[in-house]
């Protein structure tokens, strides 16, 4: 709801397809700053508080882009800056959440939980995009922020029940910098992590020109308006639903490589088929048809990180691979935002 609603409020406030595509990067250039330090900390410190620290954030900082709205205050340099904000919650939260996921279940059953966790995000990319479009155009923007920041609230009673878990390697101190040291070096002497990392830099820079620019093709290319634009979003969600159901029996068939060439097809024809319509139908049928693809390649990149790491590292392996995702997300935004 939050992306959604932020990235209609800069159409609305600039025309200009740069700034709108500066929402994307201003959200994940923290990834950029502090990854590699959000998958140490995840590795060190109790996960659980990781988690909760960061919903009380992100519920704060979107509350107040909320606010500022409906008191007619937010211009696009205040925008940009709560989205950054909400963009380093979200890049803390992460390695902590996925990491978590290798504690709550069996080795047997991690690739269909990891497809679970992929299928139960983007129902929420499905609902959340809908339900803000909806709102913001029956209530205004600021309504719509105030109330995704309401269900931030619901993972901090989420994580309540969870137990403790004791170091992975007892008796082994790590500090913050040492453990990012550490990350780093694991990833570079691993030829199963280079390999997932140049994969996902490969897709990621180039899918990130249809997530910048979602919003400019709504509102030039397809003329439609905040409900529109929340319909357009919420069929990646639905394509990202199918694909994720798919994905788990999939990797029992066929091999991790075969899933993710398949899924870099599809976005290259998706992709295509949006930029060559002018009717809204069949711009719907491309979204669904590029996140389903979207699915098939990074959870997939991301059930392969988490299968691989050993577990005093889980954390910062997930978070090299956020790091390159958002890396790549950031500067395409830029170069593809310059281009339109």
Not at 25 to 46: C, E, H, K, Q
Not at 47 to 75: C, K, Y
Not at 152 to 167: D, E, L
Not at 210 to 217: E, G, S
Request: hydrophobic share 60%.
């Amino acid at each position: 709801m939050q992306a959604t609603v932020a990235a209609w409020l800069m159409a609305t406030l600039t025309p200009s397809a740069l700034m709108v595509a500066l929402v994307q990067t201003a959200s994940t250039v923290p990834t950029l700053l502090f990854g590699l330090a959000a998958g140490a900390l995840a590795d060190i410190v109790d996960r659980r508080t990781v988690i909760r620290a960061t919903q009380f954030a992100l519920v704060a900082a979107t509350a107040v882009l909320g606010i500022a709205e409906l008191l007619d205050m937010l211009g696009p340099v205040a925008l940009l800056a709560g989205t950054f904000l909400i963009g380093a919650g979200f890049t803390f939260y992460m390695p902590a959440q996925q990491a978590s996921i290798n504690d709550l279940v069996t080795r047997a059953d991690l690739q269909r939980a990891i497809g679970l966790g992929a299928v139960a995000f983007n129902v929420a990319r499905a609902v959340g995009p809908a339900l803000a479009g909806a709102l913001a155009a029956w209530l205004g923007s600021g309504s719509a922020l105030l109330t995704s920041a309401l269900f931030f609230t619901v993972m901090i009673f989420a994580v309540r029940g969870w137990k403790s878990r004791g170091p992975a390697i007892p008796g082994v101190p790590e500090t913050l910098f040492s453990g990012i040291q550490s990350g780093l070096r694991y990833t570079r002497h691993s030829p199963a992590m280079r390999s997932l990392i140049s994969r996902n830099l490969s897709f990621s820079v180039c899918a990130s020109a249809l997530w910048a620019l979602l919003p400019v093709i709504a509102r030039d290319q397809l003329g439609l308006g905040a409900a529109g634009f929340g319909m357009l979003s919420a069929s990646f969600g639905i394509g990202a639903v199918v694909g994720g159901l798919s994905i788990p029996r999939l990797l029992h068939r066929l091999s991790l490589n075969t899933v993710v060439t398949s899924g870099f097809f599809l976005w290259m024809a998706a992709t295509l088929l949006i930029a060559a319509t002018g009717t809204t139908a069949i711009a719907v049928v491309g979204t669904f048809a590029a996140w389903a693809a979207w699915v098939s390649v990074l959870p997939s990149l991301a059930a392969g990180t988490q299968s691989t790491a050993p577990a005093w590292v889980r954390a910062r392996a997930v978070s090299m691979n956020l790091v390159a995702m958002q890396a790549s997300l950031a500067l395409g935004s830029v170069i593809w935002g310059w281009l339109a």
